[in-house]
């Protein structure tokens, strides 16, 4: 048995230790389930071929801590770089065979609520030929699901192997991005209508933040598409041949979703082409609507500078016998007209 640091507590579930949370889920290999196994009792666990053991570790500062690192060395003596890769980088998605176990590097993507900002979680798993570890910052949502569910049923949920219960995790991780991905499309019909309602500088920065999501979730399912692409394909010897088609059907699920975000890039861009279209629009709108402006007052202005000019110390008059107030209603029925026949103008011509 591999005794732990005196810092860490017993075999109460799960374990807490300086912001990390570790819970141990073991089914023997007589089939039954324990759902509080012992840390100190790993060991026991992992020597027992024909049962499937799922150690969960959740990090809740970020900070690679003590007993993480040492049940991933001393207790499943997974190789230097392949712990280092899990507790002190952040990777894209990948896979990487060790032999007598894999190392796999899964992203699991949410829209943040209060923004249309594109949060990513990182999963690094090890996967041996009858455990399961998994470690990640801060909880995740599908893992939690699958624990209950274990909980719920756990004769049936552990009986098929650690390979399974890989598939299952991901399967969840992929349907998640996927209501991440309907969530951005419902954010870009709604950007498109207040687009066309209003023109707001919030919604071009709206735009971009959901383009540059959009463009960030493509990024990451591309090199999980490879992943689930391995898993499906290459002979792993912790992989059953017959679970190998599971695989396959995650991998059809990612590749749609590589497809969708496609589409969904296609759809910002014409957003963002809308909102160009309609402020270009608006602009075209109040520049005729000035320059009508303009033109309606022309008449007046030239009339009263052609007749406010000062020749030879006097203004020039015309010889009317008209009386001078009624010269002045005459200028002012003029001035007051020449603007009405040029709007009707306008409007006759569809200029306005």
């Known amino acids: 048995m591999t005794t732990l640091p005196d810092a860490m507590p017993g075999a109460c579930r799960p374990v807490h230790s300086s912001g990390v949370v570790v819970r141990a889920l073991f089914r023997d290999g007589s089939g039954e389930m324990h759902l509080d196994w012992p840390i100190e009792r790993l060991s026991e666990a992992i020597q027992d071929a024909g049962g499937t053991l799922w150690l969960d570790i959740e990090d809740a500062v970020g900070e690679p801590s003590t007993l993480a690192e040492h049940l991933l060395r001393e207790v499943f003596h997974f190789h230097p770089l392949a712990v280092e890769d899990a507790l002190r980088e952040s990777h894209i998605p990948k896979v990487d065979d060790w032999d007598d176990y894999l190392y796999l590097v899964f992203h699991a993507s949410r829209v943040d609520p209060t923004s249309d900002d594109l949060c990513l979680q990182e999963l690094d798993v090890f996967l041996g030929p009858n455990y399961l570890v998994t470690y990640h910052e801060g909880p995740l949502p599908f893992l939690t699901e699958g624990r209950l569910a274990i909980e719920h049923d756990p004769r049936d949920r552990m009986k098929h192997g650690a390979d399974h219960l890989l598939f299952r995790f991901l399967d969840r991780s992929v349907d998640q991005s ?161 603007p009405v026949a040029m709007l009707s103008y306008a409007r006759r011509r569809r200029w306005f």
């Open 178 to 338: 996927l209501e991440a991905i309907e969530d951005l499309d419902e954010r870009i019909d709604r950007v498109q209508d207040e687009v066309m309602e209003r023109m707001d500088p919030h919604n071009l920065q709206q735009i971009f933040r959901i383009k540059r999501s959009a463009i960030q979730l493509q990024r990451t399912f591309s090199p999980q598409r490879d992943v689930l692409n391995r898993l499906a394909r290459d002979p792993f010897r912790v992989v059953k041949e017959e679970h190998r088609i599971y695989f396959r059907d995650v991998y059809d699920h990612v590749v749609r979703i590589h497809d969708i975000s496609e589409s969904l890039r296609d759809l910002i861009a014409g957003t963002l082409d809308t909102y160009l279209s309609v402020m270009s629009n608006r602009t075209n709108e109040i520049m005729k609507a000035l320059t009508m402006v303009t033109v309606m007052f022309m008449p007046m202005s030239f009339i009263t500078g052609f007749f406010g000019m000062n020749f030879f110390g006097q203004n020039l008059e015309l010889e009317s016998s008209l009386p001078k107030w009624g010269l002045f209603l005459a200028s002012m029925a003029v001035m007051s007209l020449s």
